[in-house]
């Protein structure tokens, strides 16, 4: 399986601010899943962002709060807008290898004060 | 009631004991996969089961499909297994998780 770099690893930001969140892999993928996981919850899909085209957003999600860039095959954003303390989560990519799994990168902790 | 239902929620041992912590799903699954999250929150895949028994190291995961459960146990836990584990399902084209099993092991 291959690696990914994810970018930053925390932040603390003001309410109002956005934050993009970037994800490398070392290895081309069609889709990259991006999951938030909110303070003792567990991971819930936000988007899949495939290669040249618009990402497709899980309910509750919507494209103007959380839009996604997809920009080649081996990397992605995330950005994270006019945020409130709500939005205070743990962010991570992934990526499927069919039979081989899932990697995941190494997390974004967000906090929003 | 969730799709994915993990136990013990926590989850506290000495150093060696054996460790077990299950999870039950309520769908159709492709794969189940267990997963170790840091405190940092990065997530590293464990195991990915459709059937049968899987052994890495001092780690073992087992699926029963029939019974729609899955065990990860370790064997002779260490501090640095100290983590959460997280059973996820491949329920059509997405993974569903747990909430996870919080686990510290004390020298």
């Known amino acids: 399986s291959a690696v990914i770099s994810q970018k930053p690893s925390r932040d603390i930001c003001q309410r109002g601010t956005s934050l993009t969140i970037q994800c490398q892999v070392d290895?081309?993928?069609?889709?990259m899943f991006w999951y938030r996981q909110q303070p003792g919850q567990s991971l819930t899909l936000i988007a899949t962002a495939n290669q040249g085209s618009e990402a497709t957003y899980e309910s509750g999600f919507v494209i103007d709060k959380f839009p996604i860039s997809r920009p080649n095959l081996t990397f992605s954003t995330l950005t994270v807008s006019n945020m409130s303390p709500e939005d205070s989560s743990i962010y991570l990519c992934s990526v499927n290898w069919g039979r081989y799994g899932y990697t995941f990168g190494s997390g974004t902790r967000l906090t929003v004060v | 009631k969730n799709e994915v239902e993990q136990s013990p929620q926590n989850l506290t041992a000495q150093e060696g004991e054996f460790i077990t912590i299950n999870c039950s799903y309520s769908?159709?699954?492709?794969?189940l996969h267990w997963l170790q999250q840091h405190p940092g929150g990065g997530i590293v895949s464990l195991f990915m089961l459709s059937s049968g028994k899987k052994k890495h190291g001092r780690l073992i995961a087992t699926i029963n499909i029939q019974e729609k459960h899955s065990s990860l146990h370790i064997t002779a836990s260490h501090p640095r297994d100290s983590a959460v584990y997280i059973c996820?399902?491949?329920?059509?084209?997405?993974?569903?998780f747990g909430t996870g099993t919080r686990l510290q092991v004390f020298p």
């Open positions: 290895s081309q993928v069609t889709m």
């Open positions: 769908v159709g699954i492709s794969a």
């Open positions: 996820a399902v491949r329920y059509t084209d997405k993974l569903i």
